[in-house]
């Protein structure tokens, strides 16, 4: 190997004939140096080299693994089994290592072939009914690890990155807001286009006000806009832990003594479920607004009676169930995305399968959460 202040020597190799054809090699054959001497010996072998009996490489001043390979190519391509002169063991161990990764082959294992019968059937949805398990029991346990970290933090709050709490505040939930504010506006005026329209049949278009009071309030507010940050904030948070797990700052976490729980699950947690149900009320402010905007421009329901019937009809414990979910779909969304990027491995492809199952699987879980609150609250007479 090449010192620092050390000059490079040209690589040159000189042919001689006879009776035992022999190859002499001098010079430094690193990798900076190998461009002529690789193309001469190319035209070389392409003219007819004959079948080399000695190489002699005790002139060869420093040999790298490209320079080995070099060597190794011109005994394979001019055949025969020379010997090598003046060979020290590193060079030996070299060109043995050259010859091992030029002439190894990878075969990739067989795909097995998916069958499509009913046995076959069954066995997938076993297979995926298992997975589904599994995955439950893990998102579970990372609840609790979760759980553990913050009562941790209430304990002790110097543990807590407080910096990194408000930025996630922030990049979650502020810059979140022209979004949920516009789509949330057009999603309360498709409702109120919908119950005027059903509603016009039976001559009651005025009840388009506590339809969209009962639906924006209760299911629609929270709903849309937990999906919204599932797509938005989730695919975020997995992408950006997953960088960091490839790059390997979370086992420089570690080696630190530093809790990821605490430095990176922890903020993300405490910020989605404050900044949600923030989020949360804006979407109902702002789709009520659509429904009245709709109201007021073609059913001709003045602003003054859309809010005195709102106020009237609609009680106010609606607007507390839709606020109760948006806490635990905060939960949910933050938990997900955090656990699916602490699992991404090292691979570019690995990253891009765990976004994805973590935007799927926060879809799934608000909707789950969802239909066991409406269950909840049916019970409760609510």
């Not at 019968?117 to 439950?136: I, K, Q």
């Not at 905060?330 to 991404?344: D, F, H, K, M, S």
Request: proline fraction near 4%; include cysteine.
């Amino acid at each position: 190997m090449l010192k620092r202040g050390e000059h490079l020597t040209v690589p040159v190799f000189e042919y001689t004939g006879g009776d035992r054809p022999r190859l002499e090699l001098r010079g430094d054959w690193v990798v900076m140096a190998l461009a002529d001497v690789d193309r001469d010996l190319q035209n070389w072998i392409e003219q007819g080299a004959p079948e080399l009996a000695e190489i002699d490489v005790s002139e060869v001043t420093h040999l790298d693994t490209a320079g080995a390979y070099l060597v190794d190519r011109v005994l394979r391509e001019t055949g025969g089994a020379p010997q090598l002169l003046g060979a020290s063991d590193e060079v030996r161990s070299l060109l043995q290592q050259a010859r091992t990764l030029a002439t190894q082959e990878e075969t990739a294992p067989p795909i097995p072939a998916e069958g499509h019968g009913f046995v076959d059937l069954l066995e997938r949805t076993g297979r995926n009914a298992e997975h589904l398990w599994h995955e439950t029991l893990e998102s579970l346990s990372f609840l609790g690890a979760t759980l553990v970290a913050l009562s941790t933090i209430v304990w002790r709050p110097a543990k807590m990155r407080w910096t990194a709490l408000v930025s996630v505040m922030e990049e979650a939930g502020l810059d979140a807001v022209p979004i949920i504010a516009f789509l949330s506006f057009f999603v309360g005026m498709v409702v109120a286009f919908i119950g005027a329209t059903t509603l016009a049949q039976f001559g009651a278009t005025i009840f388009v006000v506590e339809l969209v009071g009962f639906g924006v309030l209760r299911e629609l507010g929270g709903v849309l806009v937990a999906i919204i940050i599932a797509g938005r904030t989730n695919s975020a948070f997995t992408a950006q832990i997953g960088a960091m797990k490839m790059r390997q700052e979370i086992d420089a976490m570690q080696t630190l003594g530093l809790d990821p729980m605490h430095v990176i699950v922890a903020p993300r947690v405490l910020a989605m479920m404050v900044m949600v149900p923030v989020l949360t009320f804006i979407g109902m402010l702002t789709a009520i607004a659509g429904g009245m905007a709709v109201g007021w421009l073609i059913l001709d329901i003045n602003p003054t009676v859309f809010f005195n019937r709102l106020q009237d009809n609609v009680p106010i414990d609606q607007f507390w169930i839709g606020m109760s979910k948006a806490p635990v779909f905060g939960l949910a969304i933050a938990l997900i995305g955090c656990r699916q990027g602490l699992e991404v491995g090292g691979s570019v492809q690995s990253l891009g399968q765990h976004t994805t199952k973590s935007v799927v699987q926060a879809l799934f879980a608000i909707i789950v959460i969802d239909a066991f609150f409406a269950l909840f609250y049916q019970e409760l007479g609510i």
